[in-house]
């Protein structure tokens, strides 16, 4: 992907401050290297289980496997199927008892090694056995470095839907080596840099322009504006969750896009192949802009600077993108309201007042939604 060399002996490393809970992120190319030391350092006991999935186990497995053996730490590791449907109770169970089997007590480590799906899961698991065990990220993808492995959110999906199971339950160490993105395939890299062009929009217009300035390529490619770019995620994240731990108020503000987008993930029944994470939540950041220049809210300069860079860098942007399409209005209305951020009946959404500028915008008319949407089914080109 690039002629950076794998690894660098740069470390970013941004605090989580919480109450006696607080831990470090801790950024750079090569980072795996270093893993058994530093979860040491967090994890006194002489013991680990890593969950992964098969994926990651094939590329990077056998490596950190040998630091934690290094560090003295004996480790065994189970391997899972990658995709969403891993975050189910069948799976929760088979990390527990992977877990309880391994004989860790409290002083040893939980690792997730892997991306969203893998974290949330281990994390979830961690969260119950024996009512709590230390646990450690160390996330392989670009969403799970910037968004899932950070602020203790964890769950399994069910039936119902998504993430809808769960507990928060921060980790002790957050171990993101941008080398082992560089083995990710294109679209899902791309997917997770919709997640980081989201800190600029919901609260940082610099972080924005810097990267539409053309940051952005040297991220894609590796240089060291992808660990800056991940450091910076990071520590927009971090300040939230140290301001709302449990989403009572600021931290909703991290879902800019992603009523609109879970409603396009329900409408492909959560088929990856049509529409990944990232790419959903691009067309709902899209939505959202467009949505507030609607309502008078936010400039048409900056709903078309947002939707140009999306553009660029290759994200869909548009209804009529969706292999497959979305349905109706209605069923996609009917999908928001389904949506766990509705707080009785009325619609919550994150809206923007400009690039940098989000808000929480509670009691939004689901009659002014549905008739934005049908003109977006319309006109979306
Ligand atoms: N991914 C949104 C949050 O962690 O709150």
Redesign the pocket.
């Given at each position: 992907m690039s002629d950076t060399p794998r690894i660098s002996n740069i470390r970013h490393i941004v605090p989580v401050e919480l109450a006696g809970r607080s831990y470090d992120i801790v950024i750079g190319r090569g980072v795996l290297s270093e893993a058994g030391e530093r979860i040491r350092t967090v994890c006194p006991g002489g013991r680990a289980a890593i969950v992964t999935d098969s994926h990651v186990a094939k590329h990077h497995l056998p490596q950190l496997e040998a630091m934690l053996a290094s560090a003295g730490i004996a480790s065994k590791a189970l391997v899972l199927p990658p995709g969403e449907k891993t975050k189910s109770f069948a799976a929760l169970e088979s990390v527990c008892d992977a877990v309880i089997a391994a004989r860790l007590e409290r002083g040893d480590a939980v690792i997730a090694f892997g991306g969203g799906v893998i974290g949330d899961l281990t994390g979830f698991a961690a969260a119950i056995v024996r009512r709590g065990m230390r646990f450690i990220q160390i996330p392989t993808t670009l969403l799970s470095q910037v968004?899932?492995s950070?602020?203790g959110?964890t769950a399994i999906n069910t039936h119902h839907g998504k993430n809808l199971i769960g507990a928060f339950h921060q980790p002790v160490l957050v171990l993101a080596d941008t080398a082992l993105l560089d083995t990710l395939p294109e679209r899902e890299f791309r997917a997770g840099y919709a997640e980081v062009i989201k800190y600029g929009l919901l609260g940082d217009k610099d972080f924005f322009d810097w990267l539409e300035s053309g940051a952005w390529r040297r991220v894609f490619a590796g240089g060291p504006e992808r660990e800056e770019a991940v450091r910076i995620s990071c520590a927009s994240?971090a300040v939230i969750?140290a301001r709302d731990e449990t989403?009572q108020g600021d931290?909703a503000l991290?879902?800019l896009g992603?009523t609109f987008g879970h409603a396009l993930e329900a409408a492909v029944g959560y088929d990856g192949t049509r529409l990944v994470h990232g790419e959903a939540i691009a067309i709902g950041m899209r939505l959202a802009f467009d949505f507030s220049q609607e309502q008078g809210l936010c400039s048409g300069q900056d709903a078309l600077r947002v939707r140009r860079h999306f553009e660029t860098v290759g994200l869909p942007v548009s209804l009529a993108q969706v292999p497959g399409g979305t349905g109706t209005a209605e069923t996609l209305l009917d999908a928001i309201r389904q949506d766990k951020k509705v707080a009785r009946g009325a619609l919550t959404f994150i809206l923007v007042r400009g690039i940098g500028e989000s808000f929480i915008a509670k009691d939004v008319d689901a009659r002014i939604v549905r008739e934005f949407l049908e003109r977006q089914l319309v006109r979306d080109i």
């Open positions: 968004d899932s950070v602020g959110k994240k969750v989403e931290r991290l879902n992603h």
